[in-house]
T-cell receptor, first 113, second 110 residues
Framework: KAGVTQTPRYLIKTRGQQVTLSCSPISGHRSVSWYQQTPGQGLQFLFEYFSETQRNKGNFPGRFSGRQFSNSRSEMNVSTLELGDSALYLC????????????FGQGTRLTVV | QKEVEQNSGPLSVPEGAIASLNCTYSDRGSQSFFWYRQYSGKSPELIMFIYSNGDKEDGRFTAQLNKASQYVSLLIRDSQPSDSATYLCAVNKNDYKLSFGAGTTVTVRA
């Protein structure tokens, strides 16, 4: 059974650019959540999607957005990149019923220069 | 007050000893509790989850939950060098998100 797949694994972008990250969940999982991990702030919740609907959103500026497709794959987009957006972006996959286990992908390491 | 707090660490234990990790949470509405292990440069890996008060054992790992005290712990028995990692406590309120503690770094010395 394939795990959670995130692409790309590494990205280097320039301030002001935008970036799109992709996540394919475990087969059969309909929920995808996104998290940002930095040394200073730890793991912080960005948003969660289930059946193409955003069910919860964290405290991040509107530059951070996401969507989910009918096959449960999800993308997140960050526009007008800032240096502080440099982080490990993690996607988690779950069945989507409240409180169930979530499994993380390998992450996308974004560096903004 | 942070939603989830963990021992600041780092925690150093000799090989074969028990490592004890603690986590407290602030919201009494929290329903599900998880422990993740994260090796340096890797993503978090789910190692334990617990939903009911009491103990839950899985191999060398035991998770303990006390909802009245808003406390969850993880015991690692017979610690091995491969257990050296950062352990993250996560809490869910059935609101489709996990709230994480800052993590406790464990070093098992041979």
């Amino acid at each position: 059974k394939a795990g959670v797949t995130q692409t790309p694994r590494y990205l280097i972008k320039t301030r002001g650019q935008q970036v799109t990250l992709s996540c394919s969940p475990i087969s059969g999982h309909r929920s995808v959540s996104w998290y940002q991990q930095t040394p200073g702030q730890g793991l912080q919740f960005l948003f969660e999607y289930f059946s193409e609907t955003q069910r919860n959103k964290g405290n991040f500026p509107g530059r951070f957005s996401g969507r989910q497709f009918s096959n449960s794959r999800s993308e997140m987009n960050v526009s007008t990149l800032e240096l502080g957006d440099s982080a490990l972006y993690l996607c988690a996959s779950s069945t989507g019923t409240g409180g169930t286990e979530a499994f993380f992908g390998q992450g996308t390491r974004l560096t903004v220069v | 007050q942070k939603e989830v707090e963990q021992n600041s660490g780092p925690l150093s234990v000799p090989e074969g000893a028990i490592a004890s990790l603690n986590c407290t949470y602030s919201d009494r509405g929290s329903q599900s509790f998880f422990w993740y292990r994260q090796y340096s440069g890797k993503s978090p890996e789910l190692i334990m989850f617990i939903y009911s008060n009491g103990d839950k054992e899985d191999g060398r790992f035991t998770a303990q939950l006390n909802k009245a005290s808003q406390y969850v712990s993880l015991l690692i028995r017979d610690s091995q060098p491969s257990d050296s990692a950062t352990y993250l406590c996560a809490v869910n309120k059935n609101d489709y998100k996990l709230s994480f503690g800052a993590g406790t770094t464990v070093t098992v010395r041979a």
